[in-house]
């Protein structure tokens, strides 16, 4: 077996096990077992557990910072701004959907925020991502968006982040719902886009009058 293939069988193994038990209460001999190999032949790929969990951390980060809405945007920069002079709740509503799909039905993605739901009160590392990834991404996108339609006119420039937060908190609630209750995806689909449209209405945002 390759060296490349067999790192990647021990991320994959790593995964399922810390996403199903936790980090700390899994062994690297059952890491080792997991992917058909000895323990000793681990370790001559990865010093230690925490090797493994540091180095695949890494993997899944870049992974999501390449797919999520939330990641990479700038609300200030023209370039990604062009498009969205007309932003209507529908773009809004598809962009969310979008997001909630990768992160449901991504399998890497999907065993990482399970991992990160598990470790976030013992581990002060994925703490620190389960924070910027489910709360922090997904404020500042949201502000970000706020104060852009502020800036168009469209949206009276009262408190942004309250505002977004009205926007963006109850979303979080219906995924991390949709997370525990995978059955219940149409229905928290339905909610998302029965909450955008009346948030859009609320603040005269389709039609670019101030509320």
Not at 10 to 32: C, H, M, P, R, W
Not at 168 to 176: G, K, Q, R
Request: proline share 2%.
């Amino acid at each position: 077996m390759e060296k490349g293939n067999t790192k990647q069988e021990i991320f994959d193994a790593a995964l399922n096990l810390f996403s199903t038990k936790g980090y700390e209460a899994t062994s690297v001999s059952e890491i080792a077992e997991a992917v058909g190999i000895k323990k000793a032949s681990l370790y001559s790929h990865f010093a230690s557990k925490q090797e493994i969990l540091d180095s695949l951390i890494e993997i899944l980060k870049k992974q999501y910072d390449k797919n999520s809405i939330f990641a990479n945007t700038d609300w200030d920069n023209p370039t990604f701004t062009k498009d969205k002079a007309n932003i209507t709740a529908d773009d809004v509503t598809k962009a969310i959907t979008r997001h909630v799909n990768y992160i449901l039905h991504d399998p890497a993605i999907q065993k990482a925020r399970k991992m990160l739901t598990i470790e976030q009160f013992g581990n002060p590392q994925m703490a620190k991502i389960q924070t910027k990834q489910n709360y922090t991404d997904v404020m500042n996108y949201f502000i970000g968006m706020m104060k852009f339609l502020a800036r168009s006119g469209k949206l009276t420039d009262d408190d942004t982040e309250i505002i977004a937060a009205q926007l963006c908190l109850p979303i979080s609630v219906w995924i991390n719902l949709c997370d525990r209750e995978p059955e219940r995806k149409n229905e928290i689909f339905g909610l998302i886009e029965r909450h955008v449209n009346h948030f859009f209405k609320t603040y005269n945002i389709d039609n670019g009058e101030q509320k």
